[in-house]
């Protein structure tokens, strides 16, 4: 029996957001955590042995634990992998009534010392869990064959051209399990990390438990709904995908989400003098240049991502989705814009190479291609641009995370189906009508008496950025079961 233990990765840290939602994926799973120290063990409750937590940062009455769990769940005497654990206790023991788990954002054990400050009346009645999926354990230990890219994606022609994108990229998926010695390449769907959850429930030693979920942690907390509805108290989502309805589906209520950003930054530079676009119509510069750089790519060259070419296909991974801290994304995106127009497109080189690469790397998105993200086909692809061209004609293309899972070579673990919702409490939903309140608002909308809180502004996951008002909504509920009425707001903080 193997047994592999996560090794934290060290998170990067910078002071500007990045523009692509795929980059942002990226970076999110790079992120680690505080390590368990040896010293101030105690075994308190069901089968966790709490130990004090070591670095930087981390509140004193934070405690550490671990879990082992089957790499494939269906095989539970075989391989395991080893999770992390992390729990702030409740403030006030004599009132509480239970633990709040995140389903991770891609924070893991780091979350609950993150959210701690924000999080403190709630953490008055409950502990706040946090663990680090398994797919921690894959970016620790992922072969270098994963890390290769399979294809030079691209927004395929016809079915022959996709048929052999699909290939490459089933060729890469495969050196890529062939390699694999931690028994995870089958096992990162969403229902894989959902046994996980339901076994730290266990673990805790709780009939049932309060749950948040954050961002790409929704496909976990759809499948924990779908496999354990009986175990769930509560359930607050935020910033969520709904992958129970399908990706393409998804990726269709998005598309005025893009227009909507792309009009919105336009407005921004009408008045701001310190735009680059400062004095034109923005929004018409970028459609042009989409449509120019698709007839004659721009030739562009990245220190760390090697030479390559932005066509317009490649540059929509890359709408300006958020101003970012005093507007200096929309700053820097405008001044990018200008230059590129003029063939300069170094200022777009290291994001949209980076995006390329990422999406066509096998041991990236085999994190994802298990919960059904990739086209079953071009015959889907082309039904998706019908669709598309409707809506915004502009972002028919391809999704590029979508096409790197082209060619995925085992059948899919978590396909997207309909969710059962019997025996499911009504779930509460924020998101933000600048990126993620349509996908959240389709998810919970599924489940009778939920309600969804629009946070009129931009950002992703509100319950980690410190905003009173959704954070305010997520207390109540959680603690009193209580829902804000229908047509409940979050103005912008």
């Known amino acids: 029996m193997i047994k592999i233990r996560a090794v934290p990765l060290r998170r990067r840290r910078s002071g500007r957001r990045t523009w692509p939602v795929i980059a942002v994926m990226a970076a999110v799973l790079a992120a680690t955590a505080p390590a368990a120290s040896a010293a101030g063990i105690d075994q308190d409750d069901g089968r966790l042995a709490w130990r004090d937590c070591a ?20 095989r539970p005497q075989g391989q395991k992998i080893t999770l992390d654990v992390a729990r702030l206790p409740a403030t006030e023991p004599a009132r509480r009534i239970g633990s ?16 701690a400050a924000d999080l403190a009346e709630l953490r008055r009645r409950f502990d706040l869990v946090g663990f680090d999926t398994r797919t921690t354990t894959w970016i620790a230990h992922m072969p270098q ?3 290769q890219p399979g294809a030079s994606l691209h927004d395929p022609r016809d079915a022959k051209d996709f048929a052999a994108l699909a290939a490459a990229m089933s060729d890469a998926f495969e050196q890529c399990r062939k390699a694999d010695t931690t028994g995870l390449f089958a096992h990162l769907d969403g229902l894989s990390i959902a046994r996980d959850t339901e076994a730290i429930r266990e673990a805790l030693g709780e009939e049932r438990v309060s749950f948040m979920a954050g961002g790409i942690g929704g496909t976990a907390a759809a499948a924990y709904a779908r496999l354990f509805p009986q175990r769930i108290r509560a359930m607050y989502v935020d910033g969520v995908n709904n992958q129970v309805e399908g990706w393409p589906a998804q990726r269709l209520r998005g598309l005025p989400v893009l227009r909507g950003m792309l009009g919105r930054f336009a407005a921004w530079c009408a008045r701001t003098p310190a735009c680059a676009l400062h004095g034109q119509d923005a929004e018409a510069v970028w459609l042009k240049l989409l449509r120019d750089a698709d007839r004659h790519p721009i030739p562009v060259t990245s220190s760390s991502y090697g030479e390559g070419k932005l066509t317009g296909w490649l540059l929509t991974s890359i709408v300006p989705l958020d101003p970012g801290p005093r507007n ?24 949209a190479l980076f995006t390329a690469r990422h999406a066509a790397t096998p041991g990236a998105q085999v994190m994802s291609c298990g919960d059904d ?41 978590n396909p997207s189906r309909p969710l059962p919702t019997r025996g499911l409490p009504p779930f509460l939903g924020v998101g933000t009508t600048w990126v993620d309140h349509t996908s959240t608002d389709s998810f919970t909308s599924m489940i009778p008496g939920s309600v969804t809180v629009p946070y009129d502004g931009p950002g992703h996951v509100m319950y980690l950025s410190g905003k009173k008002c959704p954070i305010r909504y997520a207390t109540a509920y ?16």
């Open 55 to 74: 670095g930087e940062g981390v509140p004193a009455q934070m405690r550490c634990a671990s879990i082992e769990v089957p790499a494939d769940w269906s």
């Open 328 to 351: 200096a994304d929309w700053l820097a995106v405008a001044d990018a814009m200008d230059r590129a127009r003029r063939g300069d497109g170094s200022g777009f080189a290291d994001q």
């Open 478 to 493: 959680l603690t009193d079961l209580t829902l804000p009425r229908p047509g409940t707001g979050c103005p912008a903080e």
């Open 100 to 115: 709040v788990v995140g389903i991770s954002s891609g924070y893991g054990i780091q979350e609950p010392a993150r959210s």
């Open 373 to 413: 993200r990739g086209y079953t086909g071009y015959a889907q692809l082309e039904d998706f641009r019908r669709k598309a061209r409707k809506i915004a004609p502009e972002y028919a293309g391809a999704a590029i995370d979508a096409l790197g899972c082209a060619g995925w070579p085992l059948p899919v673990a």
């Open 145 to 147: 064959a994963c890390t």
